[in-house]
């Protein structure tokens, strides 16, 4: 092929209503809402496996 062009976008300015922006956000928070949560639990699991493999070096004073 020859020398191909290369197309160049420049973007000067958005224009969104201030409505629909809005919308986005409030859309954008309830769908963050499940994803704190997943992360919630894969932090609680890797600190759970975290403190078992902790603990295995220790004595129990119960036995």
Not at 12 to 40: C, E, H, N, R, T
């Amino acid at each position: 092929m020859a020398e191909q062009e290369k197309d160049r976008v420049v973007l000067a300015g958005l224009d969104v209503p201030f409505w629909d922006l809005v919308w986005f956000m409030v859309k954008f928070a309830f769908a963050s809402i499940p994803a704190i949560f997943i992360i919630y639990f894969i932090v609680v699991l890797i600190g759970m496996i975290f403190a078992g493999l902790g603990s295995l070096g220790l004595p129990n004073p119960g036995l």
